[in-house]
């Protein structure tokens, strides 16, 4: 069983480009979030989604981000006219459940999609 | 609440040692817990969790341990090794929402 794949693993965008970051979730898991994460810094929330729902955008900007998981196909967190403050690694984690499995209720994570904005 | 900009406390220790790596947590309705293992550019992995029912639980090498009392939660590692030498997050949730919180984390450096 595959784990959480994300890509790019690195991306260089230029300012005032758009970055993708796309994340295929664990077989089966049908819940993903998306974190950030400075060099030397925690986890820090971003969105949370359901199949074709936005259940929880209030650690995402307002302006520029934007995340989407469609029925079909992997979640995108998508960043428009980056900045260099954008730069960081961008991690995305997927749970079968609501607030994970019956027995563990762990978060499985990726690999991170590391951006940096020149 | 969220993790906040802060630098990660180090903790150094001999090979061979045993390590205790603590976390604060926030809430004191949390009722799951999960300690994650960061190593340098790859992504959290799951090491141990605890539930709130409990206050201790061990695996291979490692044991946690839930204060609810004050709201910590330690991450005892036996025997450390240099494969051990990573980034540690504690993380909490109360089970009727969705949204894990993360500690700060722990930098774990072990010595030869």
């Known amino acids: 069983n595959a784990g959480v794949m994300q890509n790019p693993r690195h991306l260089v965008r230029r300012r005032g480009q758009e970055a993708r970051l796309r994340c295929s979730p664990m077989?089966?898991?049908?819940?993903v979030y998306w974190y950030r994460q400075l060099p030397e810094e925690g986890l820090k929330f971003m969105v949370y989604?359901?199949?074709?729902?936005?259940?929880?955008e209030s650690g995402m900007p307002k302006e520029r981000f934007s995340a989407e998981f469609p029925k079909e196909g992997p979640s995108i967190l998508r960043i428009q006219q980056v900045v260099r403050g954008d730069s960081a690694a961008y991690f995305c984690?997927?749970?079968?459940?609501?607030?994970?499995?019956?027995?563990?209720?762990?978060?499985?994570f990726g690999e991170g999609s590391r951006l940096t904005v020149l | 609440g969220e993790s906040v900009g802060l630098h990660l406390p180090t903790l150094s220790v001999q090979e061979g040692d045993n390590s205790i790596i603590n976390c604060a947590y926030s809430?004191?309705?949390?009722?799951?817990f999960i300690w994650y293992k960061q190593e340098s550019g790859k992504g959290p992995q799951f090491i141990i969790d605890?539930?709130?029912?409990?206050d201790k639980r061990q695996g291979q090498r490692v044991t946690v341990l839930l204060n609810k009392t004050v709201k910590h939660l330690s991450l005892q590692i036996a025997a450390t090794q240099p494969g051990d030498s990573a980034v540690y997050f504690c993380?909490?949730?109360?089970?009727?929402?969705?949204?894990?919180?993360f500690g700060t984390g722990t930098r774990l450096k072990v010595l030869a």
């Open positions: 984690a997927s749970s079968p459940t609501e607030s994970g499995t019956v027995n563990t209720g762990e978060l499985f």
């Open positions: 077989k089966g898991h049908s819940h």
């Open positions: 989604l359901q199949k074709e729902n936005i259940i929880d």
């Open positions: 809430n004191s309705a949390s009722d799951y």
């Open positions: 605890i539930r709130s029912n409990m």
């Open positions: 993380a909490e949730i109360y089970s009727g929402t969705y949204k894990y919180i």
